[in-house]
C-alpha cells in the first residue's frame, strides 16, 4: 500500500517550563501542510526501510524503531519492506521523520492484521518521539504534554502557505534550539487559548489568525542564525508579512493573502537561495487512518 505522510507546521508554539524529567512542557497548534513523504509498504520475509539518501535507510530511520515497537505490542516478529520517497527536507522543523513513523505505524497495523485503534498506536507513537502522535490524526490539532497529547480542533479552511526553506543546516537543531531558551521565552500558553477561540468559534477570521502566530524559538533562531533574521527582514521592509518558524526551524512559513504576496516573497528571498514554495493545509480526512487505501480502514 502507498500512505502519504503529510509535513506540518506550528500556527502556535508555546514553551510553558521544563518538567522534572528533563523535557519541556508546550503548548502548540499543529496543521498537515500538502508536503508529503510517500510510504510504500509491502509484505516481506524480514524488515527493511529503503530510502534514497542512504543515510536514513536501515535501523537509524524512525521507521524502523516504529516497525520494531508496533511488532513487539502484536507480539510478532517485524517483517515487511517499508520504502520512502522523500519530499520533506530534513531537519527544517516540518517533521517529515515523525510523520514517516505515523505512516508506518498506519500502514503496518494493516498490514500484519494487528487490528490496534489510533488511540492504542498512539500508546507506541508517544515512545518514539514527542510529534508523532499528531500525525495519527493530522488536519489541526492541539498538542501538550512533550507534544504527545493531542486533541483535534475544529479544521482550518483550505489557506495557502508560503513555505521557506533556508540554506542552513543546523546539527542537532532541536536540543541546540532547546538548549537555548530561558525563562524569558517561556509563556502561560494564553496565544495558544486564543487561537483555539478563533478556531471554535465557527466564523473563521484570517487576520486574526495571522497576527497570532507565535513561536518561542524565534527570539533564539534570531539571535542564532542572523541569516534568518536577515531574511525576515527583507520581507517585512518591503511591506511583506512576517515570517515564522517551523517548529524549531530553520524553515519558515507565512500565509499570504495573495499569490502575488507569494511570489513577492519568493522574488524578495531569491538572492539569499532560499527555496520558496506555495502549498495549502491539509484537512484530517486526508491524513491518519484517512491517508490509508479505501479497503485497508
Known amino acids: 500500500m502507498e500512505v502519504p505522510a503529510y509535513a506540518k507546521l506550528n500556527l502556535t508554539f508555546e514553551v510553558l517550563g521544563r518538567r522534572v524529567d528533563g523535557f519541556h512542557q508546550v503548548t502548540t497548534i499543529m496543521q498537515t501542510i500538502g508536503l508529503a513523504d510517500m510510504l510504500r ?176 524559538f524565534s527570539e533564539v533562531a534570531a539571535r542564532s542564525y542572523p541569516q534568518l533574521l536577515e531574511m525576515c527582514s527583507q520581507v517585512a521592509e518591503q511591506g511583506g508579512p512576517v515570517l515564522h518558524l517551523c517548529g524549531a526551524g530553520p524553515a519558515l512559513f507565512t500565509l499570504p493573502s495573495s499569490e502575488e504576496e507569494h511570489q513577492r516573497i519568493a522574488e524578495l528571498l531569491q538572492p539569499h537561495g532560499a527555496g520558496v514554495y506555495l502549498v495549502s493545509t491539509v484537512p484530517p480526512e486526508k491524513c491518519g487512518l484517512g491517508s490509508l487505501p479505501a479497503g485497508a480502514r
Not at 73 to 96: D, T
Request: glycine share 12%; net charge negative.
Open 41 to 216: 509498504i509491502e509484505s516481506d520475509s524480514e524488515l527493511k526501510v529503503e530510502c534514497e539518501y542512504p543515510e536514513l535507510a536501515g535501523e537509524q530511520n524512525l521507521v524502523w524503531q516504529a516497525a520494531v515497537a508496533l511488532a513487539k505490542a502484536g507480539n510478532i516478529e517485524p517483517a515487511a519492506r517499508i520504502s520512502i520517497e522523500k519530499h520533506i527536507p530534513v531537519a527544517m522543523g516540518l517533521g517529515g521523520g515523525s510523520s514517516d513513523a505515523a505512516g508506518a505505524l498506519l500502514g503496518l497495523n494493516v498490514l500484519w492484521g494487528l487490528g490496534l485503534s489510533v488511540d492504542e498506536l498512539a500508546v507506541i507513537a508517544a515512545g518514539l518521539g514527542s510529534d508523532v502522535s499528531f500525525f495519527l490524526w493530522g488536519g489541526t490539532a492541539l498538542a501538550q504534554g512533550r507534544g504527545e497529547e493531542i486533541t483535534s480542533l475544529s479544521p482550518l479552511p483550505p489557506l495557502a502557505v508560503t513555505l521557506v526553506f533556508p540554506d542552513l543546516q543546523i546539527p542537532n537543531k532541536t536540543a541546540a534550539m532547546y538548549s537555548k531558551l530561558t525563562v524569558g521565552q517561556f509563556s502561560d500558553g494564553g496565544v495558544t487559548r486564543q487561537m483555539i477561540q478563533i478556531l471554535t468559534a465557527g466564523q473563521f477570521v484570517m487576520e486574526s489568525v495571522r497576527g497570532l502566530v507565535f513561536n518561542a
